[in-house]
């Protein structure tokens, strides 16, 4: 049993406390101010008390490999050198910060953003293999332009050294740790994935070859950075589109067998994620974002992005589709960070969905002060994080850290609504937009609830 207080070990790293600020958009780039808007992003969570706070995704090449503008690169050391500033920051207030590192593959901005093909027009998508028929045929009757470049086995080699040399500049900065991008159709899932790899060399053609990546850049990693604590999100397609649409797709107990491999490569900790083939909103479920979509100063930016009005409506009614499909699930990854948790002895991290400290409790097996009128119970996970609650509240953890016997057990603001994702195609930080929340947030400054004397 552990509470949400108690500090862990990922690793050979000790984190203070249990609750982790899950990775999310940032959008900061890499310009003049990136340093500045990542310390505004990620240092209120610290300052709240939150154990430790997980960077979004970043590019570990120069070119290429961004799923949504404004992703931040982290191929050039001397730019990764000024993100010291971000780490000590962090470092301040005791928590830890782990960079999260990503190349969208087929994912990328030169597939899906019309204006940004227009403007590099000689980028090409990294692919695992030949993209899938589902794929293709979206290509063919122009909802999305692929130009893919599948990568030879030699370009496998030199994509795991990136990742190597891009953990290596991130850990001379003062990074505690390194996350992997393991999911959300990231080249990382294109290479577990059967939907995407049909290699036929070291790579692919078994479900072994398949984890052959992460072991490479595990080895890579260790060698230029050395034992740092690695964590790595593992995907699992169970919400991905029904037979016959998608019939080659990583089953739950795929996933369990992945975490177990890892393991056995040599990861400190794993993040068990239900997720889908495509992006689609598998990935953060919840309500349709009416509002984002119907914000008419948005539109010309989303019409440059889909590439025309008409496109626009398009993805707007996908989205809407979608999320009758995908509804809100309270902790919609428990059942899969539960069976993962059983077979390997890492941490499991879980996340997706958690919203409230009584939930919080319950997976980290934590009832005992009877709130739920239950006894103990085995643990789901070792850790509990989220993501756009903390876009809702920047200083989250000051709530949910340390609640006072008798008090009712706090929950997030986030209606998981989803209007602070969609602007992100045009840029747009990732910011709370509904007004009842920051109405609510406002009132909780005011009385000070957010307040927290650095020690406590």
């Known amino acids: 049993m552990a509470t949400l207080e108690d500090a862990i070990n990922i690793g050979g790293l000790t984190v203070p406390n249990r609750l982790y600020r899950a990775p999310l958009l940032e959008c900061a780039g890499n310009g003049p101010d990136a340093v500045d808007t990542l310390i505004d992003d990620l240092e209120p969570a610290a300052e709240s008390g939150v154990g430790l706070i997980c960077q979004g995704a970043t590019i570990v090449r120069g070119a290429g490999g961004c799923a949504a503008p404004g992703m931040t690169r982290v191929h050039d050391s001397d730019f990764v050198a000024r993100l010291s500033r971000l780490t000590d920051r962090i470092h301040d207030h005791g928590s830890r910060i782990v960079l999260q590192l990503e190349h969208g593959g087929l994912r990328s901005m030169e597939t899906w953003h019309a204006e940004y093909r227009r403007e590099n027009p000689a980028l090409e998508q990294l692919a695992v293999s030949e993209p899938p028929w589902q794929l293709r045929a979206l290509d063919r009757i122009g909802f999305l332009e692929y130009d893919p470049h599948v990568l030879t086995t030699d370009e496998v080699y030199d994509l795991a050294a990136d990742f190597g040399r891009a953990a290596a500049h991130a850990v001379e900065a003062g990074y505690d740790g390194i996350h992997l991008a393991g999911a959300n159709m990231g080249i990382v899932q294109q290479f577990l994935s059967p939907f995407y790899n049909r290699r036929t060399d070291e790579f692919g053609g078994s479900p072994e070859a398949r984890l052959e990546f992460l072991a490479l850049v595990h080895d890579e990693i260790r060698e230029r950075a050395g034992d740092v604590p690695l964590l790595t999100k593992v995907p699992a397609e169970t919400p991905a589109p029904p037979t016959p649409v998608v019939r080659r797709k990583l089953s739950l107990a795929d996933g369990i067998e992945i975490a177990r491999r890892l393991e056995r490569i040599g990861y400190d900790a794993v993040v068990p994620v239900q997720t889908s083939v495509v992006w689609d909103l598998s990935i ?54 539960r069976r993962v948790r059983d077979r390997v002895s890492i941490p499991v991290l879980a996340e997706g969905g958690i919203r409230e400290r009584r939930q919080m409790d319950r997976l980290l097996g934590d009832s005992s002060d009877g709130r739920d009128g239950a006894s103990d119970a085995d643990p789901t996970c070792d850790m509990v994080g989220m993501a756009r609650p903390f876009y809702a509240e920047p200083r989250l953890g000051a709530r949910l850290l340390e609640t006072k016997s008798g008090a009712k057990p706090p929950r997030v603001l986030c209606e998981s609504c989803n209007n602070c994702t969609v602007p992100q195609v045009t840029g747009a930080p990732g910011v709370c937009r509904t007004p009842d929340v920051l109405r609510k947030r406002g009132e909780l400054e005011r009385a000070g609830v957010y307040d927290r004397t650095e020690g406590d």
């Open 284 to 337: 953060v479920r919840g309500e349709y974002p009416e509002r984002a979509w119907d914000n008419e100063a948005l539109h010309e930016e989303y019409d440059a992005a889909f590439g025309g009005a008409t496109r626009r409506r398009l993805v707007a009614l996908a989205n809407r589709i979608q999320s009758l499909q995908y509804d809100f699930e309270p902790a919609w990854n428990e059942a899969f960070c």
